[in-house]
């Protein structure tokens, strides 16, 4: 099986 | 605003070779042509201390925003190439040599040892997800993620005990 998988994120950003 | 730059906290879950949690951080920017999104990402995972991956990344990606407002959820994927360290613990018979006094010379004995293997691979892979975007085109954006990712190579399956040779 080829490596594999979830992933979750919070993530936080500036923006200009 | 159209253009984010930040950090994220997450974590990956591997399906395969081995189900585990492996947190870490992320850094990513992100260009908003209001219907896409464009993002690059870094992540790193695995980087709690009783994790057996440890796992870095640099993808990029693109998304559809729903709407133009401050909530946006978006769907789409992208292409990454990824580094991972994967450790299994192997345990194989070892013969050992000790002096018994009691004959006054040498014995062997047969003792069950344990080492950690690591498997470490490279190369890309692909991931599809999507998330929701907080307050939208402000100085202060917070999203939310998730995404399937499919490398295109494997580890090595755990062993479990391996003769001497073959260790």
Redesign the interface.
């Known amino acids: 099986?080829?490596?594999?998988?979830?992933?979750?994120?919070?993530?936080?950003?500036?923006?200009? | 605003?159209?253009?984010?730059?930040?950090?994220?906290?997450?974590?990956?879950?591997?399906?395969?070779?081995e189900?585990e949690m492996a947190p870490g951080l992320?850094l990513?920017g992100?260009y908003d042509t209001q219907s896409i999104l464009f993002g690059i990402d870094c992540?790193l995972?695995g980087m709690s201390s009783d994790s057996r991956y440890s796992y870095a990344d640099f993808g990029i990606s693109a998304y559809y925003a729903f709407g133009r407002k401050f909530i946006a959820p978006y769907i789409g994927g992208g292409l990454s190439f990824s580094a991972?360290d994967y450790e299994t613990e192997v345990s194989y018979v070892a013969e050992r040599e000790y002096y018994d006094y009691d004959i006054q010379g040498y014995r062997t004995s047969e003792e069950t040892e344990y080492n950690t293997y690591v498997d470490d691979?490279s190369g890309i892979?692909a991931?599809i997800?999507g998330?929701v975007m907080l307050n939208r085109?402000?100085?202060?954006?917070?999203?939310?993620?998730?995404?399937?990712?499919?490398?295109?190579?494997?580890?090595a399956e755990p062993k479990g005990t391996v003769t001497y040779e073959q260790w």
């Open positions: 099986k080829l490596f594999q998988g979830f992933m979750f994120n919070l993530k936080l950003g500036y923006g200009f | 605003v159209n253009s984010y730059f930040g950090i994220g906290i997450g974590g990956m879950v591997p399906l395969a070779p189900i992320n990513f992100i992540n995972w991972v691979k892979g991931f997800g998330g085109a402000s100085s202060i954006i917070l999203l939310a993620e998730v995404k399937y990712f499919v490398s295109f190579f494997k580890l």
